[in-house]
């Protein structure tokens, strides 16, 4: 993995006991870190391990309270963005930092514009943009509007952006959590052709699959400080997960159990925009996956069951009811649950205090009182379920914007377990956190469907859905495949049938459409 | 992925859409005008007092759109209007007309600079800032007028003295008649033939007897496009209102960005405050301004937050009002007018949205059934006329309305 092991150049950054602190909290403490060029060097870590504060050190947007920062050898020191930028050093935000209003164009040239007589010059910046983006593979349209592109494309600008700054060190913020499989692959090549360029990246994030894939050396954070570091060739995954933690990690796949019992969700040939006959049944005690690429219909499939989208067609029962015609808060009261796919969007006021949130939507508030919310019951549930489910917060008043995305996550999951519903809607419900609150998010999924619920989960990670389904149905074009047992499964087969190379298994019992 | 060539300016659908959209007005009014023989709906006094009545209003929302594309709302526009009215009169009558125009764009400037301290530095929500403004505006006019005024012939606590010399007017040479060149648009206005008649009134109002402060409103409306369209410091201005963390990311200064845009802001207000008291009138009055920074900002609101779609509100603004003020009865047309719009509306829209278009025929029906069955418009509707029309037109397009990204919210280094 690493041809240049021979004769190594002098790193292009190199960070050196470097410490921060803040009010109560140490954030990073003698952390080092050697990037050199030609190199896609990954820094792993759980969330809050310090990996973002050191990256904020790297691109000027925090002081570093101890040690020093060399570039080609020499100390310096940034002290904005803007410094960091015209040493050569470029962040790719996980949250696009786009103007959505704007053009490709505009966004890119932003703040270093080329001007004659004093007017924005944007055919020389167009042709710039064009050169940059032919050099490395980066296809994007300079006149189109952000707001009319897809996830895959803005990050590409976002690229775009710091490799027309003239950047050789390039910081990736976790890229890979907002995209799907075939983008990833995409971003990827990207990141080959910027090595092959001689550009150093620095590819943070807690997946280690991808970054075994795709790194030529680790290094790992926790709690604040390095504690490895080491070409990706001699890492194996065991020894990493440990490292990252400081102790074992639960396996995805631990223990089975076969549903059987009454089924509590079904749909009969349910229409939606997107949705095209989509028939399923989910019992008692049993896990439904559905795997497909994104786009397919996923996402418009659960708000139709939820009574947020308008249903065309088809029928929608919950626990033996009639819910075709029931708005969300009916369809809720049967006992509907669901874990959104965006949590800062449609799950969480992010302004709101942590029981706020964890109350909204809760039936314990009604039944104490029907005009007045109980603030001393709620924070008392609300320290419960943060107890219970380990959400590292220093009170119940904080907001929820104050967390972490695992954090947060964990207690939307909290929050929807705890009405204790018949059915689970689970879209994505580890998406964008780390190991340690995915493993309790899974573990606690596990726990509920052992004790009778009906989980329907919506995923684009295929070792999830393996690993936690009892049945899988794929989703393509908005239509469903037939159940197949997870047993007959292996992610080769599921991506075959996601992508339609794989023909339908046959199944008389879900052959009615 | 090259893109295909760009197509020519005049043939982009942001260009052809409004000249058509132009032509198709012209039509209507025109045909309105022939079959009521209302000849007041396009001659040029009725046009020129639009211009007139425009500028202020064109003015104050040229205001909000800098401060707003910076993402600085800005309420206090009206404030702004009354501190540059105050100091335009005090300066007009003490050193003449000119410095007090200049005075009213620098007290115009002190209030936008109050404004951005706190907005900008303090964060303080920009809706309560901009409210402030106004209320505190109201008072410190008063007390400005007592301390300046007092004791001056024709002056009192609510009025200053007379404004020294009055700003010129040009007309356009050969077309509009100026320098004593024949008025070629004034005789086409006579003909009242159809169409030709109109526009050539139109043109002629807009180009006979124009005050000087107009053309410099109308060079500042140019300047605008070009400053905020076409330089770096426009795009990193525009940046600041659309996503402030992504500009700061890229170096831009953000709060010095804010800053910057709510001073012009300030400045355009006062602008406007100091046209009242040297060309609408020549004298200080206490609620001069008669809310003319809000219907400033709906007009913005209907432009889109573009520098032509403002001036286009503007100009209906000041066309109802001035209507109504030349010809009150003449209002009564517009019903009509409405009618003939709205079923234009309609076909063109048949197409693509069959059931607005309905709607719209329908509300032109109903226009017309009105028409016929009423012979005047009360005066109170009358002078509604300009917030009627557009509340219709912003219930139509609110769905394409784009306002920048970020207007309203303070924004503070490393805050989420």
């Known amino acids: 993995m690493s041809p240049h092991a021979v004769h190594e150049p002098p790193p292009l950054v190199e960070l050196r006991g470097i410490g921060k602190r803040y009010p109560g909290v140490v954030a990073n403490r003698d952390v080092n870190l050697a990037v050199h060029p030609g190199q896609i060097h990954a820094v792993v870590g759980e969330n809050g391990a310090g990996k973002s504060t050191l990256m904020r050190i790297l691109y000027g947007e925090e002081q570093p309270d101890e040690g020093e920062l060399l570039l080609d050898g020499e100390t310096v020191r940034l002290r904005s963005p803007a410094d960091a930028i015209a040493a050569g050093i470029g962040m790719v935000h996980q949250h696009f930092m786009l103007a959505e209003n704007l053009t490709v164009l505009e966004n890119v040239i932003l703040g270093a514009e080329n001007t004659r007589w004093g007017l924005l010059d944007r055919r020389s910046g167009r042709r710039a943009v064009r050169e940059v983006s032919e050099?490395?593979?980066?296809?994007?349209?300079?006149?189109a509007t952000v707001e009319h592109l897809g996830v895959g494309q803005r990050q590409r600008v976002e690229i775009l952006k710091v490799l027309y700054r003239g950047a050789r060190v390039l910081i990736f913020d976790e890229p890979t959590a907002v995209l799907v499989p075939g983008e990833v692959r995409a971003l990827f090549g990207s990141l080959a052709g910027l090595r092959a360029q001689g550009l150093a990246v620095v590819f943070i994030s807690h997946k280690l699959d991808e970054v075994l894939a795709v790194s030529d050396h680790i290094t790992v954070i926790r709690a604040g400080a390095s504690v490895g570091s080491f070409a990706t060739a001699d890492a194996d995954p065991r020894r990493l997960s440990r490292l990252i933690v400081g102790g074992e990690l639960p396996a995805p796949a631990a223990r089975r159990r076969g549903g059987g019992g009454e089924v509590v969700l079904r749909l009969r040939g349910l229409r939606a925009e997107a949705v095209a006959d989509a028939t399923l049944e989910v019992a008692q005690g049993e896990i439904l996956g559905i795997a497909g690429v994104q786009g397919n219909g996923q996402t418009e499939l659960i708000e139709a069951i939820m009574g947020i989208r308008a249903v065309s067609g088809g029928s929608l029962h919950i626990a033996g009811?009639?819910?075709?015609?029931?708005?969300?808060r009916g369809r809720r009261r049967l006992g509907l649950a669901c874990i959104p796919e965006d949590r800062h969007r449609q799950a969480l006021a992010l302004p709101a205090t942590l029981w706020e949130n964890a109350m909204l939507g809760s039936e314990d508030l009604r039944r104490r009182s029907r005009w007045r919310v109980d603030r001393k019951a709620a924070r008392d549930a609300t320290g419960r379920l943060v107890a219970g489910f380990g959400i590292r917060s220093p009170s119940v008043d904080v907001p929820a914007a104050a967390l972490s995305g695992g954090n947060q996550q964990k207690l939307v999951v909290g929050r929807e377990l705890g009405g204790r519903p018949k059915v689970l809607l689970a879209a994505h419900p580890t998406r964008g956190v780390d190991v340690g609150a995915q493993a309790v998010i899974w573990e606690r999924l596990r726990d509920a469907r052992d004790d009778g619920l009906a989980v329907l989960l919506v995923g684009a990670d295929l070792d999830e859905l393996l690993g936690l389904s009892d049945r899988v149905q794929v989703m393509l074009r908005g239509r469903l495949s037939p159940a197949v047992p997870v047993g007959e499964l292996t992610v080769e087969r599921l991506g075959r049938m996601m992508t339609g190379a794989e023909p339908e298994p046959v199944d008389s019992a879900a052959e009615n459409r | 992925m090259r893109a295909a060539t760009p197509r020519p300016w005049w043939r982009r659908p942001h260009v052809v859409g409004p000249v058509l959209a132009v032509v198709a007005v012209l039509l209507a009014v025109s045909m309105v005008r022939t079959l009521t023989g209302t000849e007041a709906l396009t001659g040029s006094g009725v046009v020129g007092a639009t211009l007139r009545l425009a500028v202020p209003i064109g003015l104050a929302g040229l205001s909000g759109l800098w401060s707003?594309?910076?993402?600085?709302?800005?309420?206090?526009?009206?404030?702004?209007?009354?501190?540059?009215?105050?100091?335009?009169?005090?300066?007009?009558?003490?050193?003449?007309?000119?410095?007090?125009v200049l005075a009213g764009v620098v007290g115009g400037v002190?209030?936008?600079?109050?404004?951005?301290?706190?907005?900008?530095?303090?964060?303080?929500?920009?809706?309560?800032?901009?409210?402030?403004?106004?209320?505190?505006?109201v008072g410190v006019a008063r007390f400005l007028c007592v301390v300046a005024f007092n004791g001056l012939p024709g002056a009192g606590a609510t009025q200053s003295p007379p404004v020294r010399g009055t700003i010129g007017t040009i007309s356009l040479p050969v077309l509009a008649g100026g320098w004593g060149t024949p008025d070629l648009l004034g005789r086409l206005e006579q003909t009242h033939w159809f169409l030709l008649s109109d526009a050539g009134g139109i043109l002629r109002g807009f180009l006979h007897d124009v005050s000087w402060f107009t053309v410099v409103a109308v060079a500042l409306v140019l300047g605008s496009v070009l400053v905020l369209w076409h330089t770096a410091f426009g795009l990193r201005l525009r940046a600041a209102g659309e996503h402030p963390a992504a500009a700061d990311s890229l170096g831009v200064p953000v709060q010095r960005m804010r800053y910057w845009a709510v001073l012009v802001s300030g400045g355009l207000a006062g602008l406007a405050g100091s046209y009242l008291v040297t060309v609408a009138s020549n004298v200080y009055r206490e609620g001069q301004t008669g809310g003319r920074g809000f219907i400033g900002l709906a007009a913005m609101i209907f432009g889109n937050w573009r520098p032509a779609g403002t001036v286009g509100g503007a100009l209906l603004f000041g066309y109802a009002d001035a209507l109504q003020l030349r010809q009150s009865t003449a209002v009564h047309v517009l019903i009509l007018l409405a009618a003939v719009l709205l079923w234009m509306a309609a076909i063109v829209g048949l197409r693509r949205r069959p059931r607005l278009s309905g709607v719209m025929a329908l509300l032109g029906m109903t226009a017309f059934a009105v028409f016929q069955t009423t012979d005047a418009v009360p005066t109170q509707l009358v002078y509604a006329t300009p917030y009627l029309a557009t509340l219709l037109v912003l219930v139509t397009t609110a769905q394409r309305l784009r306002m920048p990204a970020y207007v309203g919210v303070p924004y503070r280094r490393g805050g989420a």
């Open chain 1, 321 to 328: 009811r009639e819910a075709t015609h029931l708005g969300t």
């Open chain 2, 68 to 100: 707003e594309r910076a993402g600085v709302a800005n309420l206090g526009i009206e404030g702004m209007m009354i501190i540059g009215t105050v100091c335009g009169a005090w300066a007009g009558y003490a050193y003449g007309v000119w410095a007090g």
């Open chain 2, 110 to 137: 002190l209030a936008g600079l109050l404004h951005a301290v706190v907005t900008v530095t303090f964060g303080v929500d920009q809706v309560v800032c901009g409210v402030a403004v106004n209320i505190l505006a």
């Open chain 1, 135 to 143: 050099r490395y593979g980066l296809d994007v349209d300079p006149d």
